[in-house]
Each structure stands twice: as C-alpha cells, then as structure tokens.
C-alpha cells in the first residue's frame, strides 16, 4: 500500500470510528456525511467557551492559557500558535508536551474552546487540498475522546 493510500485509509477510519462518515466517491476526495454525532459535535463545539489568544509584538497570535486539573495540584497548561504547528498540552506532573495531533500539511489551528473537562481544537490542514478536523479531549482524564473530519462551513457562527 503506498503512503497515500494509507494516509486516505487513516483518514476514513479515524472519520468513520468518531461518527462523521466520510465518503470518497468523485475523483478520491473526502467529504463529510453529517451524521447525527457529527452534528452533536459541531453544536457542542460552538457551545464551549472560546479561549482568546494573544497577539505577540511580531503579530504571531498565540494560545498560551492553564487548567486546574479538579482534585489535584496539577495544571494544564495549553499552548499553540496560529501559524503551521500543532496544539500541545503540558500537565506540571509530566516532563514532555503532549500534542494533540500530528502535523501534516502545514497544520494551522484555528479555534480552541472549552466545556467543563473537554477541550476543542479546531484545525485545518493546507498543503495540497485542504482537511478540516475537530479534536475532543478530555484534558481532566487525559484522553482523545473523539475526532472528526469536518466542513469548514459547519464551524461558521
């Protein structure tokens, strides 16, 4: 199986398995089939409290914000820039960033927000066509919940 193959492969598996089921008929591009959990995801994504990011004196905007894990003494602490990068989340009891997704493509964020333990990326990937996709992440229990292939229309509001 060549590279591209497996990277479409990868592509229908993670869509299908989070509930937005994708579709490559007409010419092998994807596009999204709005199922009922594709739409719960978009709707809670546009609930969830939008965190604000900070412009820099070189005009870069950055996330850089801390979440107070319940129970514990440890932070979150939640960093990203909105140029090619990824999303990362830092805990104070771990020595390593953990990125929430893999930089492909020239991976830019675009949204991050937060509901209660869960926490939103928004982000789209733009080298040769161009893959949105939203992450739902449990940040208190430290786990992906759910990602989805998404429409950037649907992320509109």
């Given amino acids: 199986m060549n590279r591209r193959m497996v990277s479409r492969f990868r592509s229908m598996a993670v869509g299908f398995t989070a509930g937005a089921v ?39 905007a950055v996330w ?40 492909v493509d020239y991976s830019i964020p675009v949204a991050i927000r937060t509901a209660g333990p869960v926490l939103y990326v928004y982000w789209v990937e733009n080298l040769i066509g161009s893959h949105s996709w939203l992450l739902a992440y449990d940040w208190e229990n430290r786990r992906e919940l759910h990602r989805w292939r998404v429409d950037p229309n649907d992320m509109l509001k």
């Fill in 64 to 103: 850089d914000f801390q979440l107070q894990v319940p129970g514990t003494d440890v932070i979150a602490e939640v960093r990203a820039r909105n140029s090619p990068g990824v999303v990362t989340i830092k805990y104070s009891d771990e020595t390593a960033d953990r990125p929430l997704y893999r930089y």
């Fill in 22 to 60: 994708m579709n490559t008929a007409g010419g092998g591009c994807a596009r999204v089939t709005r199922t009922v959990e594709y739409r719960a995801a978009i709707e809670s994504f546009h609930r969830a409290i939008q965190r604000e990011h900070v412009v820099e004196r070189n005009q870069s």
